[in-house]
């Protein structure tokens, strides 16, 4: 019987699709959404039963397929690489019933049906199949014996409750078992649940039809095997995409789901979406009572929330901010992938009501992910005594497993803590980190290096990464905390619109194909300070000893070398009261250095620093008299546009 109020159900979720990236809802959306899943495997035979380690696999591939983690993605031509999505889903076995009983996630029902078709029969129990799972809380997957040749099919967001999820043939779920080739990468499962996040096929339905997505190509029809790239059409597409995984190719011929499919799968759980419950499911944390109890991280919590909370948390791509404290928050739905050997910065900042009391920072990390944190080496950080923001970096050990664990952060007030402590101030803070095997072909740049500072101008380079696609390059100034980022495919970058005499510090990463580098060790440089361009002192005929001209001490002056030929003397004398004697040469235009020379002209002292650095003489217990000063050019350098710095002290207290 057709549901004669589907269409318009669809029409609504299409309308709201659009409005939700248009409005920018989607892009706000930051926390990676995690799916439980129920496996309902209804067999008729041994064979069709499939095993738990075949549907682990096939969770495995979903995981690396939504989250850009597969290992093929080096497969992808680079006319789509920069289209490719990290979809930011994850899916986990359930652990926890519709009931709050603890479960595998895995149903098995032995059936007298020889095969299914896609009428739905094997998502009921009177037809021979398994009913569904609460459908607003898991995702539900059958894997049976399809008739037909079907591979799998699944239900667009919209439709009935009772038969909501999607159908695989157990010859083509996983990657072992019973999977067969060319359908025994996963891949069938991994199209069918883009369907079931509404996803439409790359061509449309239709010859040169639409699925609703801009950054994909217009396709003619599905394409089947593994084509060739690039394949154009008679619709004005010079290259399909035909290693889209909601393209029709073999399982190895598909790798990559675009930056649009991402932003459409995205809508689906923002506020009003028509998935959106499935992002708080209780599905896989843990049972409430009932069978066996699943086990479970212990609890840990401030009990008084009224002066201080963590305020902000910065790791890789986790920039978490809260405004007030609620001695425990659970955001384990917020996650960042990591690489085993690789080191990540971590800041974290205190937040406070009124005074600022001293706080201490702890940070746990599950390595083994045995549901707690007191193996050796998970307690990975302890800040002292702090009011302000502290720093540090991890290293994520080769040890740790590959997968999901928990990284928990503590602040109390006035001393450090353990991991399942109840104490009276301070918050404590969950969050998720998916572990992947260590990152052999992304590589952070070296040897950083500043070369032509000016006044507002820099350039940075370094040495360039195999297996490079691009690089982010990251600077501001030393005293603010906001980074401005670049992207470009050269080892270096000349840096416009600085500041004159700030220090900056940059940091670059290495993206690849297969992912990014962690950022670089900072760098930094300070530019020059402004050049004056009109001078205190235009007298130019102070080329000699015997025209030296008499300058003020304790006080600057300006002054141009002109020509080649060119240089500036001048003169001063000490007293008595003030032997001690100090020369500077600073905003230098160009390569200049001094000399100080005694009353009959003899060299007493030089400095011939290179480039723009400023020059300095210091002469202490001088000889009372009359000192000349004289400032030129190194190898008849000149600016004859711009002023040079020039100061002669004297002091009574020696000069260090």
């Known amino acids: 019987m057709e549901d004669p109020h589907l269409f318009d159900r ?74 490719v999505a990290d979809a930011e889903i994850n899916f986990c076995l359930a652990n926890r019933d519709p009931s709050g009983n603890a479960t595998t996630g895995i149903l098995r029902v032995q059936t007298t049906k020889t095969s299914f078709s896609t009428n739905d029969g094997v998502k009921s129990a009177t037809t021979g199949g398994s009913n569904a799972w609460s459908t607003n809380q898991y995702l539900n997957i059958w894997v049976c014996n399809m008739s037909g040749g079907i591979l799998g099919y699944a239900q667009f967001p919209g439709g009935a409750a009772a038969t909501d999820g999607v159908v695989i043939g157990y010859t083509c779920f996983g990657t072992t078992g019973t999977a067969q080739a060319p359908f025994n990468k996963g891949r069938t499962a991994t199209h069918e649940v883009g369907h079931w996040l509404n996803l439409r096929h790359i061509w449309g339905d239709a010859t040169c039809g639409s699925d609703l997505v801009t950054d994909t190509p217009v396709h003619n029809t599905s394409n089947y095997s593994c084509p060739s790239h690039p394949k154009s059409n008679s619709c004005g597409t010079s290259a399909e995409m035909f290693m889209n995984y909601m393209d029709y190719v073999d399982d190895a011929c598909m790798q990559m789901f675009s930056n649009g499919q991402k932003a459409r799968m995205q809508a689906l759980f923002v506020t009003g979406g028509a998935r959106a419950s499935l992002a708080t499911s209780p599905g896989c944390s843990g049972s409430t009572g009932g069978g066996t109890p699943t086990p479970a991280y212990c609890a840990a919590t401030g ?47 205190p937040g406070f009501a009124g005074t600022a009391y001293p706080e201490y920072f702890r940070v746990y990390i599950d390595y083994n992910g045995d549901l707690d944190f007191v193996d050796a080496g998970e307690l990975v950080y302890t800040s002292p005594a702090t009011t302000a923001a502290v720093t540090s970096s991890i290293t ?18 006035g001393a450090i803590t353990s991991p399942c402590e109840s104490f009276t101030y301070g918050e404590v803070e969950d969050y998720t980190l998916s572990i992947q095997p260590a990152n052999t072909t992304c590589s952070a740049p070296t040897a950083l290096t500043s070369s032509t500072v000016g006044t507002t101008t820099a350039t940075v380079s370094w040495t360039a990464v195999t297996g490079a696609s691009n690089y982010t390059l990251q600077y501001k100034q030393s005293t603010t905390s906001t980074w401005t980022s670049v992207s470009t495919t050269s080892t270096s970058y000349n840096l416009t619109g600085l500041t004159a005499s700030k220090t900056y510090n940059w940091q670059v990463r290495t993206n690849c194909t297969s992912g990014s580098s962690v950022y670089t060790t900072g760098a930094n440089f300070t530019t020059q300070a402004t050049v004056p361009t009109t001078c205190t002192d235009s007298y130019e005929a102070n080329n000699s000893l015997s025209a030296a001209k008499t300058i003020s001490v304790n006080t600057n002056i300006s002054a141009k070398i002109g020509t080649s030929t060119d240089t500036d003397w001048f003169k001063f004398s000490n007293t008595s009261a003030a032997k001690n004697i100090r020369v500077t040469l600073s905003n230098l235009p160009a390569d200049y250095d001094i000399k100080l020379h005694n009353s009959a002209g003899t060299v007493l002292f030089t400095s011939e620093n290179t480039g723009n650095t400023s020059e300095l003489i210091k002469y202490n217990n001088a000889p009372v008299g009359t000192y000349y000063i004289s400032v030129y050019g190194y190898n008849g350098t000149f600016n004859a546009n711009s002023c040079y710095t020039l100061r002669a002290d004297i002091s009574s207290t020696a000069f260090k």
């Open 10 to 83: 669809m029409e609504k979720i299409e309308q709201f699709t659009n409005f939700a990236i248009s409005s920018g809802k989607v892009s706000q959306n930051k926390a990676v959404i995690t799916i439980p899943v129920v496996v309902h495997v209804v067999y008729n035979t041994t064979a069709q039963n499939v095993s738990d380690a075949q549907i682990q696999s096939q969770l495995d591939v979903l995981n690396k397929d939504f989250r850009k983690l597969n290992t093929d993605l080096n497969l992808i031509p680079s006319t789509f690489s920069s289209l």
């Open 396 to 413: 994520i050990p080769t040890t740790a497993i590959t997968g999901n664990v928990r990284m928990r952060i503590i602040l109390k007030d």
């Open 303 to 349: 009990s008084n929330t009224q002066f201080e909370w963590i305020s902000n948390v910065k790791f890789n791509t986790i920039n978490n901010t809260t405004t007030g404290s609620a001695g425990y928050v659970n955001y384990t739905s917020i996650s960042t992938t990591v690489n085993k050997g690789s080191a990540y910065n971590l800041t974290l900042t």
